[in-house]
């Protein structure tokens, strides 16, 4: 924890000081008769969370934050693979919804996180992971109308058939 | 009496079948989502606020109303039978009703907690049917530098009574403030902050974005990381005899911390910023202090149910006063609330009560049926709900990822949008690990596209003149009082070092 501390403390700093160069793309100081220019108020404010990290940093090496005495690890062997696993789930799920539509992403989570995560029998996974999409789509698309994402065009045999439903 | 007319049409119109049947769902979910672990109004509320577009936006504000009231009464149920609470409001309901449930009166620990939030929610909802007009017609002479004046003292107040690490609170406001100013200069019509010259930034981040990434992934993350998918539960017993016995019990035992979580609940919940969880931390500390048997506390005293779960709803009621009268969220929830009433095209702020009459006073009607409904719901089902606690967490968490992947796209059809929620997921899980409070910026992404228009106007009343927020008669006490919260701390430390010496 305590590396871990200073580490994300620099990384923020890292953040402010892009987040100040980038606001002087516009003016940062007062223009006589206009008020604070368009830069000021995201260039000040970055200013403050770079000094509070540096305050972060003063109390890291204080010892009086409770991170900065820990000398556990962020995360024990089972905590990381558990992040990774769930994470890295989500972040596949998202990047499935281009590819085989938002439905069809969802069905595909849920199954990996109840069979293979959460490790449901077949036939309690299996039905959630079809009856969830299915009822999702006809409450955005049906009542909500609004369309989510189809995925390739492969999708489309399912969607027309989806469609017929609804119109 | 003119208040009682304007209460009686505002009943009127929360008990149309619509907005009656939304009001029953949202409780119910709302008894849901408090009792479950991790998941509080806030988490509840920013996952299914894009769901309510589909309703008009008086029937959708109601129902989200009634889920942050029903989520105040279910945050007992896993506090009592878990030991864990359902939320952080209530935490300080785990003190006694977690013992009550070991010696065996979980039922009496249940009964407690519900009439306690109802007589909390009641009390509650009278002081802002009698305060929330007279604060709007107050409000209505506001200016810029009134309003950035109370800006300043939300988020001073995070600063001075806030709790958390300070150098952290303070970067997550500006963090928030920040982000919300990505997209276009509203003054010069500029691009400004278009971060790695990604297009996808020139609309800006919507406060729903940062919302969902920070409570659906982020602290859902956190909640499997800490608690490893494993909980159990104590099932209590409960029979109609019990419970009128319990009530008794609760009556007897639970009217002082109820009636001191009530009024201080309420005022504390007023607060920009300061919402229920330390409104029910304060009502335990108090009515503790001030009880003749103080070392019964924490052993299982129905005084210590009793006092946090009437404090979290009538802070929860509190809360919305600032919101509907000044556009100032008093909570983490109302300030989702607020984004949503921006979304659905309303200006929060006193004007509202001009405006808007059925609207503002039909969700006053609102809490008044939520508050009935949720009592009898919650005392009525409650068995149902411990019943729902056993739903496998590896069940309800995908559900919840997924409702907040396909709500954050529907909310704002864009898939960067979505990649954005992810990354802020994760980003939030591990900024809680190091323990940078989040609320705080969820709020500021909310209040930064009001106060930075009202701080760039007011300086330019006074030609780049700060001292216009300390001349004003409104906008000058406000100030002075924000900046002794901000200093509060650095007062604290240099008298503690001084008494050190």
């Known amino acids: 924890m305590r590396k871990g501390e200073i580490v994300t403390a620099g990384l923020l700093a890292l953040l402010s000081l892009y987040l100040m160069w980038k606001s002087t793309e516009l003016p940062i100081g007062y223009i006589a008769g206009e008020g604070p220019g368009g830069g000021a108020w995201p260039f000040w404010l970055s200013g403050i969370m770079l000094i509070c990290c540096g305050a972060i940093a003063f109390n890291w090496w204080r010892q009086t934050s409770p991170a900065s005495r820990s000398d556990e690890p962020l995360l024990d062997a089972v905590g990381w693979r558990m992040v990774l696993l769930v994470g890295g789930g989500i972040v596949a799920f998202v990047g499935l919804v281009n590819v085989i539509s938002m439905y069809g992403a969802i069905a595909a989570f849920l199954l990996y996180y109840m069979r293979y995560l959460g490790r449901h029998r077949w036939r309690v996974s299996l039905p959630i992971a079809l009856i969830t999409p299915v009822t999702l789509f006809f409450f955005f698309e049906g009542a909500m109308q609004i369309t989510m994402p189809k995925g390739m065009p492969f999708t489309d045999p399912v969607f027309n058939v989806l469609y017929e439903i609804i119109y | ?501």
């Open chain 2, 1 to 501: 009496m003119e208040v009682l007319g304007l209460l009686a049409d505002g009943m009127f119109v929360a008990v149309q079948p619509l907005n009656l049947f939304l009001i029953l769902v949202g409780v119910a979910l709302g008894l849901f989502i408090g009792a479950m672990p991790g998941l509080g109004s806030v988490n509840g509320v920013a996952i299914l606020l894009p769901v309510t577009f589909l309703v008009p936006p008086g029937s959708a504000i109601i129902f989200l109303a009634a889920l942050y009231y029903g989520a105040m009464y279910g945050g007992a149920i896993s506090s009592v039978t878990l030991g864990i609470p359902g939320a952080s409001t209530a935490v300080a309901t785990t003190f006694d009703g977690r013992p009550l449930a070991m010696q065996g009166r979980a039922s009496l620990a249940l009964v407690t907690a519900a009439l306690a939030s109802f007589v909390g929610g009641t009390v509650a909802n009278i002081l802002f049917t009698l305060f929330a007009p007279l604060l709007a017609s107050v409000a209505l002479s506001f200016g810029p530098p009134e309003i950035f004046a109370l800006m300043l003292l939300a988020f001073a107040t995070f600063v001075g009574l806030g709790g958390d690490d300070i150098p952290k609170t303070i970067f997550s406001i500006c963090l928030g403030l920040v982000l919300g100013s990505i997209g276009f200069d509203a003054i010069s019509g500029a691009p400004r902050l278009v971060l790695f010259d990604h297009t996808g930034f020139l609309q800006g981040i919507g406060f729903l974005v940062l919302a969902i990434g920070v409570y659906g992934i982020g602290e859902m993350l956190w909640t499997i990381e800490q608690t490893r998918g494993e909980v159990t539960a104590t099932t209590p017993k409960i029979t109609a005899k019990g419970v009128a016995a319990d009530t008794k019990d609760a009556v007897r035992r639970g009217w002082k911390g109820t009636t001191i979580g009530s009024f201080l609940g309420f005022f504390v919940g007023v607060l920009p910023a300061a919402g229920a969880t330390p409104g029910s931390l304060m009502a335990y500390g108090v009515t503790k202090m001030v009880s003749r048997k103080p070392q019964d506390f924490g052993k299982g005293h129905p005084g210590g149910v009793a006092a946090p779960e009437a404090a979290n709803n009538s802070a929860s009621t509190g809360a919305m006063l600032p919101m509907l009268t000044l556009g100032i969220p008093g909570s983490p929830t109302t300030a989702i609330l607020l984004g949503g009433m921006v979304i659905w095209g309303l200006v929060p702020g006193p004007r509202l009560f001009v405006e808007e009459t059925e609207f503002v006073w039909g969700l006053i009607g609102s809490f008044y049926v939520s508050n009935v409904a949720a009592v009898l719901i919650n005392l009525a089902f409650i068995p149902l709900f411990i019943w729902m606690l056993r739903m496998p967490f590896t069940i309800l968490a995908p559900m919840i990822f997924v409702l907040s992947i396909a709500g954050g796209y529907a909310a704002t059809r864009d898939m960067f949008d979505v990649w954005l929620m992810v990354i802020f997921g994760l980003g939030a899980f591990f900024l809680r690990k190091f323990d940078y409070p989040l609320a705080p910026a969820v709020l500021a992404i909310v209040l930064g596209p009001i106060a930075e228009p009202t701080l760039r106007q007011s300086l330019l009343l006074s030609s780049g003149d700060p001292s216009i927020f300390f001349t004003r008669p409104i906008a000058g006490p406000i100030t002075v009082i924000a900046l002794i919260l901000i200093f509060l701390p650095a007062f604290k430390l240099l008298r503690k070092r001084r008494s050190l010496a």
